[in-house]
């Protein structure tokens, strides 16, 4: 992702210089013209060509979008895989660039806008608009009936229920990024964006991931300017006036001499071209979703907003309820039972603990008949069944105490998984090392294992060859020996 450029130019001014802006443009538009010869010839090539040439032809699209919803075009031209075309038709998927759109391209991230194109003789639905260009917007469409022709009047509407929730997403990435500053500090940039209907995607400087306490203080700071309400205003002026003013701006984002800059009360003045709300109350509730790193010293924060913030309250709400009714138990009373429910779970499995030492000591003394010698050396190789690894361990403890000198073998299964534990007494580790007897033992269950001289485990999944493994463990213990 390489080192964001904001964080570079926060760190060197605190040591008393700045950044080469100018150079840093150099820099970077050498490299992108490095990138582009390995591009060179290649369909994205020659479809930005022809863009380039559309607008040398003089051919341009006027964006209608911040005050209305639905205008008048001509169809100025058609595009086809990368290739200018005078009609397309039904079930053809085409580019169509109008005189005039309220439909927003893709950028400063924002998706594009979707809608409808109807002329007199076709239907067309916009899945994208893009912005490849400036001055140039191009809707791609499926042909729905009839032909489009270039040089017919056209309608061109955007879906306003998809525009309206990208708005809201919109307006409260700004409220997000200034509650950032305020509760993090003014080292927080934007670092990217992403605005699409479904939810929001603000990518910001930061040094280090932000707590639960601080998101949950983040979103009611959000919220809170949310009902508070005030309006969206949004001005034109030049980019000198704007800075002067203290409107943020993305580093490495190209403007023009006249930017557009959208101020939500006194709590937010950035500059952006995207669309918005009319006022911060319509964003109604902000919820986040998630938060986390995506580069050295980037963090991601996704949210949503609007009808799809109060969706997630009311799974979250319903979930709550079908835990409650699992423990039977009021969503309100729910964490005190739950803690409750731990509480005896643990003594519960205490008292296991405590009968488990029991029921071992008891069958110990019956498993010791099961020794056999193997040279001069006792073994004992069995199978404690319903036993996992820790309570094995355990089990050996006793066993090598009743045993004194000897090996164990000790080979339990529990939910279809292989425990397996060697253990050597003190007096033999200079004749029989625990790793080395166990790696072949665990092998036959398709294992691996390891440890100390005096007891090491492993584990494995074949649980039916349990039986193979303690047959063949007298002769490998014999095979060490010699």
Known sequence: YGFPVDLTADIVEKDGYSLDEAGFEICMEEQRAKARKHWKGSGEEAVSGIYRQLVEQGIRSEFSGYTKQEDFGEVLALLRQGELVKESSCGETVEVITSVTPCYGESGG??????????????????????????????????????IKTGVPATIKVDTERRQQIVLNHTATHLLQAALQKLLGNHIKQAGSLVTPERLRFDFTHFSPVSAAELREIENEVNQQIRHN????????????????????????????????????????????????????????????????????????????????????????????????????????????????????????????????????????????????????????VKIPGTDGKRLREFSDQLRDKLGSGVLVLVADADNKVSLLVAVTKDLTDRVKAGNLIKPLAEIVGGRGGGRPELAQAGGSATDKIEELLQVAPEQLRELLK
């Open 110 to 147: 924002q998706v594009g806008d979707t809608g409808t194109i109807t002329t007199p003789e076709s239907t067309l639905r916009i899945i994208d608009t893009k912005r490849p260009l400036p001055t140039l917007y191009v809707h791609v469409c499926e042909v729905v009936t009839g032909a």
């Open 230 to 381: 005030a309006q969206v205003e949004n001005r034109e002026m030049s980019a000198d006036a704007a800075r002067d003013a203290g409107a943020m701006a993305l580093f490495g984002e190209k403007y023009g001499d006249v930017v557009r800059v959208v101020n939500i009360g006194d709590y937010s003045m950035e500059l952006c071209g995207g669309t918005h709300a009319n006022a911060a109350g319509d964003i109604g509730l902000f919820r986040i979703l998630s938060e986390g790193g995506i580069a050295a010293g980037v963090r991601r924060i996704e949210a949503v907003t609007g009808a799809a913030a109060l969706n997630l309250v009311q799974q979250q709400q319903q979930a709550l309820q079908r835990l409650a009714d699992l423990v039977k138990s009021d969503p309100q009373k729910l964490e005190q039972r739950l803690q409750k429910m731990v509480e005896q779970q643990k003594e519960t499995e205490k008292e296991l603990q405590q009968l488990q030492a029991k029921a071992n000591a008891d069958r110990s003394g019956e498993l010791i008949d099961q020794v056999q010698l193997v040279e001069d050396i006792k073994l004992l190789a």
